[in-house]
């Protein structure tokens, strides 16, 4: 079955960010209105808020993952998906969206509990979300 995407989005507040194809990804997500907290290197605190500041989207460092979240992003190779969907389901999210999705990250998503969405593009998605 297709998941909706915007469906899922309007009921979404909160996006982790598990790496991202380039910075206009996590700007337009945080410029659509959502709150946005990205993995940011190897270190286990190592994770920022991406904040709208005037014309800016800048990091702010806040060391955790949020406590919530409704949507875990990865743009990540599967064999990392484990850890990924762990931690989707420590934060209580409802998604894990993978940009580069397989049928084999389908499966081990949804073997999780979780819905497993891999397109359309989670930045233009949310920008069209938020525009409507």
């Known amino acids: 079955m297709a998941v909706d995407a915007a ?42 808020e991406h904040v709208v500041d005037g014309d800016d989207v800048v990091l702010r460092k806040v060391g955790t993952p949020p406590e919530r979240a409704d949507i875990v992003y990865s743009h990540r190779p599967e064999d990392e998906l484990p850890g990924i969907i762990d931690l989707a389901r420590r934060v209580g999210a409802r998604a894990v969206w993978c940009e580069t999705g397989s049928p084999s990250a389908k499966a081990s998503v949804e073997a999780a509990g979780l819905v497993y969405v891999d397109s359309p593009q989670i930045a233009e998605a949310a920008s069209a979300v938020r525009r409507a």
């Open 7 to 48: 469906a899922l989005l309007r009921a979404t507040t909160t996006i982790v960010l598990i790496d991202y194809p380039g910075r206009a990804v996590p700007a337009a997500i945080a410029r659509a209105g959502y709150t946005v907290v990205s993995k940011e290197g190897p270190e286990p605190d190592d994770y920022c």
